[in-house]
């Protein structure tokens, strides 16, 4: 028995370990920014080491694997070498972990973004690094990283290694048994748990102060994070097709106009302004726009007090591609996204930064788990006063699967905007219909003979819960002074079985109502074809704010700008206008799928193109 404490209690000691390794590395990194921290409170700052366990826990399950094997060895078969194995595979970590947190205090002093691999390309030229640094700093570097390294080793003999295990040869089935259910176990720390969505950095994120979200997240699970997912796809632009020159110049001439003029749809400049981001839903949900009567009826009835665009195409595939380009004005990516990748997105501007600089209140609200595509962390980067999610919620709250009711979470909302302070710009997030499409069943079921029947049940169900939404909001006297927008994120797959790649499977819903609409616009439709990216600018220019900075971005109400809108598929590009389209393969150079005359759609692949270069060589420099 005493044996067997031995084994456990030297296992749970290299896990304390290295969260103690872990802890001082962020010790360090806040003490290096301490200027950064003087308006911060000192419990919450001490949230930084609470908020950061669970990435911490992630990154000691990958270094615990061969420690857990060499302990389990030496403790079935006694062999004495094994404590060798530990200490120079201890030692070379805990080397390498010194250089990466005193690499990622260096880096985030100088550009104020972690250690990644876009960091890692400059050690190519190890001479142009020291000769950037001073003497000083070079010794500095060294003595620091030695004196982490050994000190931290000297700890690791002196209290980690000793007692030393013994040999338990009578239970060595145990053992092995015990081995592949450890194994697993770590497996699940890694991953972050048994959830749906894998661990990212989002999970550390919780405050306001970008600093703490950043020391929070452990530099050596984020730099082998980046390696993995990005360092092929940040050495070179994929998609060259022409001179860059040529890229830019036919770029910019899709974004000129003759005029800035805008058709003024709202009544004053100072409007509460919610957006209510409905999950996959596809233009095929709505009887004016093509699709099939009863499954959106409250929907139908809105329009009648609003402004239906009947030509709104989703940018992307995902909800993280969809919020990024609504918020950001910027193109989703091929293979990648930006919100993955937070020293990119943090470059950019969002409609939530503009509204806060001129005095309107900022709220985000989904019902679900905003670590799924790191959400969480990119809207904390895009300056949300205030974000809502699942945990904001009561236990006791009904919910599905994947997240609360949308019947809940539009009830918190207006809930929440009665006490809210105006001006405010809100986006409330749906998340009903999405799979597993578990909605509550209170409306009248669909029992159509279509395979995708419970998808069309929950757009029924939240297609109640918005006109129960709707029904409250207009008693409130804020009401008169808000201007609603309804948008889906993304399309999604219907009874109309359209292929990925047309123009039909990218068309979506975008409805405009409220009390602050011009009540001439009501029950009307607008025609112009139009996507996510741009929402930004058109939404700026109503409240005469300036909107350079949104250059992906047209505003919808200027008659001059030009008409067209791009989707990013897998491996490319699809381009659509008015009258003709066509889906790019970039990778491949091919076009996978086209509609128009010769004429327009050699000139569209040519856009095409042209457009996938410049975005993809924006996204590197980011």
């Given at each position: 028995?005493?044996?067997?404490?031995?084994?456990?209690?030297?296992?749970?000691?290299?896990?304390?370990?290295?969260?103690?390794?872990?802890?001082?590395?962020?010790?360090?990194?806040?003490?290096?920014?301490?200027?950064?921290?003087?308006?911060?409170?000192?419990?919450?700052?001490?949230?930084?080491?609470?908020?950061?366990?669970?990435?911490?826990?992630?990154?000691?399950?990958?270094?615990?694997?061969?420690?857990?094997?060499?302990?389990?060895?030496?403790?079935?078969?006694?062999?004495?070498?094994?404590?060798?194995?530990?200490?120079?595979?201890?030692?070379?970590?805990?080397?390498?972990?010194?250089?990466?947190i005193l690499s990622d205090i260096s880096i985030y002093s100088e550009w104020s973004y972690k250690l990644n691999y876009k960091a890692l390309v400059y050690l190519q030229h190890p001479s142009e690094i020291i000769k950037t640094a001073t003497n000083f700093q070079l010794i500095i570097s060294i003595v620091s990283i030695s004196a982490i390294t050994f000190l931290s080793f000297w700890i690791y003999q002196k209290w980690i290694l000793r007692p030393l295990v013994e040999c338990w040869?009578?239970?060595?089935?145990?053992?092995?048994?015990?081995?592949?259910?450890?194994?697993?176990?770590?497996?699940?720390?890694?991953?972050?748990?048994?959830?749906?969505?894998?661990?990212?950095?989002?999970?550390c994120f919780f405050s306001q102060h970008q600093i703490l979200n950043d020391a929070a997240v452990n530099p050596s699970w984020n730099l082998l994070h980046s390696c993995l997912n990005f360092s092929q796809l940040n050495k070179e632009n994929p998609f060259v097709f022409m001179d860059d020159e040529k890229a830019k110049s036919i770029v910019d001439s899709l974004y000129m106009t003759s005029s800035d003029s805008c058709i003024k749809v709202v009544k004053t400049d100072s409007v509460n302004i919610v957006v209510v981001l409905l999950e996959s839903w596809s233009a095929d949900?709505?009887?004016?726009?093509?699709?099939?009567?009863?499954?959106?009826?409250?929907?139908?009835?809105?329009?009648?007090?609003?402004?239906?665009?009947?030509?709104?195409?989703?940018?992307?595939?995902?909800?993280?591609?969809?919020?990024?380009?609504?918020?950001?004005?910027?193109?989703?990516?091929?293979?990648?996204?930006?919100?993955?990748?937070?020293?990119?997105?943090?470059?950019?501007?969002?409609?939530?930064?503009?509204?806060?600089d001129i005095g309107y209140s900022t709220s985000f609200y989904f019902a679900g788990d905003l670590n799924y595509?790191?959400?969480?962390?990119?809207?904390?980067?895009?300056?949300?006063?205030?974000?809502?999610?699942?945990?904001?919620?009561?236990?006791?709250?009904?919910?599905?699967?994947?997240?609360?009711?949308?019947?809940?979470?539009?009830?918190?909302?207006?809930?929440?905007?009665?006490?809210?302070?105006?001006?405010f710009f809100s986006v409330a997030f749906t998340a009903s219909t999405h799979s597993p499409y578990d909605e509550p069943k209170i409306v009248e079921q669909l029992d159509w003979d279509i395979i995708e029947l419970p998808y069309l049940n929950a757009a029924k169900y939240t297609d109640f819960c918005l006109g129960e939404y709707f029904e409250k909001v207009k008693q409130e006297p804020w009401y008169r002074n808000t201007l609603f927008i309804l948008v889906a994120d993304h399309s999604h797959v219907t009874y109309n079985n359209w292929d990925y790649h047309t123009r039909e499977y990218q068309h979506i819903p975008m409805l405009w109502l409220g009390g602050a609409l011009n009540d001439s616009l009501k029950g009307c439709h607008y025609d112009k074809l139009c996507s996510h990216l741009d929402?930004?600018?058109?939404?700026?220019?109503?409240?005469?704010?300036?909107?350079?900075?949104?250059?992906?971005?047209?505003d919808i109400f200027n008659p001059n700008t030009q008409e067209f809108a791009m989707v990013e598929h897998t491996k490319g590009i699809a381009w659509i206008r008015k009258?003709?389209?066509?889906?790019?393969?970039?990778?491949?150079?091919?076009?996978?799928?086209?509609?128009?005359?010769?004429?327009?759609?050699?000139?569209?692949?040519?856009?095409?193109?042209?457009?996938?270069?410049?975005?993809?060589?924006?996204?590197?420099?980011?």
């Amino acid at each position: 028995m005493a044996t067997m404490k031995r084994y456990f209690f030297s296992l749970v000691k290299h896990f304390l370990f290295w969260f103690l390794v872990f802890a001082v590395g962020r010790l360090l990194f806040l003490l290096a920014n301490i200027p950064a921290l003087t308006n911060i409170n000192f419990w919450h700052l001490l949230s930084t080491f609470t908020h950061a366990l669970k990435l911490d826990l992630s990154t000691i399950c990958y270094l615990m694997v061969l420690p857990f094997l060499c302990l389990t060895l030496q403790s079935a078969f006694k062999i004495l070498w094994m404590r060798y194995i530990l200490k120079a595979y201890t030692l070379l970590f805990l080397l390498i972990t010194s250089i990466i947190i005193l690499s990622d205090i260096s880096i985030y002093s100088e550009w104020s973004y972690k250690l990644n691999y876009k960091a890692l390309v400059y050690l190519q030229h190890p001479s142009e690094i020291i000769k950037t640094a001073t003497n000083f700093q070079l010794i500095i570097s060294i003595v620091s990283i030695s004196a982490i390294t050994f000190l931290s080793f000297w700890i690791y003999q002196k209290w980690i290694l000793r007692p030393l295990v013994e040999c338990w040869k009578r239970l060595r089935g145990l053992l092995a048994i015990f081995w592949i259910i450890g194994n697993g176990l770590l497996l699940i720390g890694m991953r972050g748990g048994i959830g749906e969505t894998p661990i990212s950095q989002s999970d550390c994120f919780f405050s306001q102060h970008q600093i703490l979200n950043d020391a929070a997240v452990n530099p050596s699970w984020n730099l082998l994070h980046s390696c993995l997912n990005f360092s092929q796809l940040n050495k070179e632009n994929p998609f060259v097709f022409m001179d860059d020159e040529k890229a830019k110049s036919i770029v910019d001439s899709l974004y000129m106009t003759s005029s800035d003029s805008c058709i003024k749809v709202v009544k004053t400049d100072s409007v509460n302004i919610v957006v209510v981001l409905l999950e996959s839903w596809s233009a095929d949900l709505v009887e004016s726009l093509g699709g099939r009567p009863g499954i959106t009826p409250y929907f139908k009835e809105l329009e009648k007090e609003g402004l239906l665009f009947t030509n709104m195409y989703s940018n992307g595939h995902r909800s993280q591609q969809g919020i990024s380009a609504l918020l950001s004005g910027f193109p989703p990516v091929p293979i990648t996204s930006i919100t993955d990748n937070f020293e990119k997105f943090s470059q950019l501007n969002s409609l939530a930064n503009n509204m806060n600089d001129i005095g309107y209140s900022t709220s985000f609200y989904f019902a679900g788990d905003l670590n799924y595509g790191n959400l969480k962390a990119y809207l904390l980067s895009m300056k949300f006063n205030n974000i809502i999610d699942y945990k904001c919620f009561p236990k006791s709250t009904p919910r599905g699967k994947l997240s609360i009711f949308d019947q809940e979470m539009l009830q918190r909302h207006h809930h929440d905007m009665n006490l809210q302070q105006q001006p405010f710009f809100s986006v409330a997030f749906t998340a009903s219909t999405h799979s597993p499409y578990d909605e509550p069943k209170i409306v009248e079921q669909l029992d159509w003979d279509i395979i995708e029947l419970p998808y069309l049940n929950a757009a029924k169900y939240t297609d109640f819960c918005l006109g129960e939404y709707f029904e409250k909001v207009k008693q409130e006297p804020w009401y008169r002074n808000t201007l609603f927008i309804l948008v889906a994120d993304h399309s999604h797959v219907t009874y109309n079985n359209w292929d990925y790649h047309t123009r039909e499977y990218q068309h979506i819903p975008m409805l405009w109502l409220g009390g602050a609409l011009n009540d001439s616009l009501k029950g009307c439709h607008y025609d112009k074809l139009c996507s996510h990216l741009d929402l930004p600018k058109t939404i700026l220019h109503q409240l005469n704010i300036n909107a350079t900075d949104y250059v992906w971005s047209n505003d919808i109400f200027n008659p001059n700008t030009q008409e067209f809108a791009m989707v990013e598929h897998t491996k490319g590009i699809a381009w659509i206008r008015k009258n003709h389209y066509l889906s790019y393969n970039g990778f491949e150079k091919k076009i996978i799928t086209e509609k128009g005359s010769n004429d327009s759609l050699n000139n569209d692949e040519e856009q095409a193109k042209a457009f996938l270069q410049l975005l993809y060589d924006t996204y590197l420099k980011y």
